[in-house]
């Protein structure tokens, strides 16, 4: 169904040609007699004498206004599920921020109407970026808030990219409001610290957890012990689900969503391959299987006894394992070899800092990493220094 309704729209016309027509009878009335000869005004003469009425003109003057009340919508339409509910959390804060000095302003309004936007401001933004720092959010946090904010007065700014409710001037400044980062992003740390301000709310890790290869190798071998025999099918198979599972984050550096999709018919042991969607990107990617989790994928689906459905799944076979099931896990298994808090982001980390240090190109770490651009790649390369000293150059003799 189009944004603009042809409904509306012709209703739209069909009102403006009424408006017309009245004015188009009031202007003949006003044609006068003089000594028997009719003198018909000159505005009159133009629009008898036009080829072509105003239908265009007027059905064009609808569909600009009707279209810059659609913006909003045609984001929606393109934003994925996790997007919009980043989006959603971002405008709650920045919605109590707005409610802290007595501005009602709700994140569903924020989120969905153009016109909760008017009058927003750079000041308004600012105060904001401070309103969360004596809150205690993390530099990352506040970065991604002010950057949600960004988008929609980018929605709300000017047309024809936006809703016309926010003027050139106001969106340009509200965008020179940016979050903190790098090493002034650490002085706001310590300042916080030393007036006893927290850096950080919720159990989120300032940083990943490091690994080392040893511990990685020992990852895909891993498993729980419980006191108590296995005895039922699902406990049997632990130890051939998490080789698999810990290798597909080892070896291949799947995100967490992307494991939980997987099906049965992903992997294809006859090629030695494994198809991967992923949400986050929206592509599809086949990858030969590494050593590891090939051998552990022909066992775990040696044993498993189905051929299609969810590769990974609980109790209830027809369901697939939820991400927090397979996050959960994930952590057991760190446990088991001393990690605390380890997570598969944690393992993703892990497998590009030990690609790059195994001098892979930037372009295939970011291609099997199922990055859309070089940007995460390159950072991860700077952390670790994996660009500095790789030049050939010609030496003396």
Not at 278 to 299: F, G, M, N
Not at 334 to 339: C, K, L, R, T, W
Not at 379 to 385: D, E, S, T, W
């Amino acid at each position: 169904m189009p944004f603009v309704s042809e409904l509306t729209l012709k209703n739209g016309i069909e009102a403006l040609n009424m408006d017309n027509k009245r004015d188009q009878q009031e202007e003949m009335r006003d044609v006068t007699s003089v000594s028997s000869e009719i003198i018909i005004s000159r505005s009159a003469i133009d629009v008898l004498s036009h080829p072509y009425d105003d239908r265009l003109e007027l059905a064009g003057m609808i569909a600009d206004h009707l279209a810059l009340s659609d913006t909003f919508a045609e984001a929606h339409a393109i934003w994925t599920m996790n997007t919009q509910r980043r989006y959603r959390n971002d405008l709650e804060l920045f919605s109590d921020y707005l409610r802290s000095a007595d501005i009602n302003r709700s994140a569903e309004a924020l989120f969905n109407d153009a016109e909760a936007w008017r009058g927003m401001s750079f000041g308004l933004l600012k105060g904001f970026k401070i309103w969360l720092e004596q809150c205690g959010y993390a530099t990352g946090t506040i970065r991604g808030s002010i950057s949600t904010v960004h988008v929609f007065c980018r929605l709300a700014g000017p047309n024809p990219t936006g809703a016309g409710v926010l003027d050139e001037a106001s969106l340009a400044s509200i965008l020179t409001v940016k979050g903190t980062s790098g090493r002034k992003a650490r002085n706001l740390d310590e300042a916080r610290k030393h007036r006893h301000i927290p850096t950080r709310k919720g159990h989120k890790k300032a940083i990943p957890t490091q690994l080392t290869s040893i511990q990685a190798v020992t990852l895909k071998k891993v498993t729980t012990h419980p006191e108590q025999p296995r005895t039922r099918e699902h406990d049997m198979l632990l130890t051939y689900r998490d080789a698999l599972l810990m290798g597909l984050f080892v070896e291949h550096a799947l995100r967490c969503s992307e494991v939980a999709l997987l099906t049965i018919d992903s992997i294809d042991l006859h090629r030695d391959t494994i198809r991967i969607y992923r949400p986050k990107t929206d592509r599809t990617d086949i990858q030969k299987l590494h050593t590891h989790t090939r051998v552990a994928a022909e066992a775990y689906l040696s044993k498993i006894g189905r051929e299609r459905g969810p590769l990974f799944t609980g109790y209830n076979i027809e369901k697939p394992l939820s991400t927090r099931a397979i996050n959960k896990r994930v952590g057991v298994l760190g446990g088991e070899i001393g990690i605390e808090r380890l997570s598969p982001h944690d393992l993703r980390h892990h497998w590009a800092f030990d690609a790059l240090f195994n001098q892979t190109p930037l372009n295939v770490v970011q291609a099997d990493g199922g990055w859309e651009t070089e940007y995460m790649p390159l950072r991860y390369a700077h952390q670790i220094g994996a660009t500095g000293g790789g030049a050939k150059i010609t030496e003396e003799d």
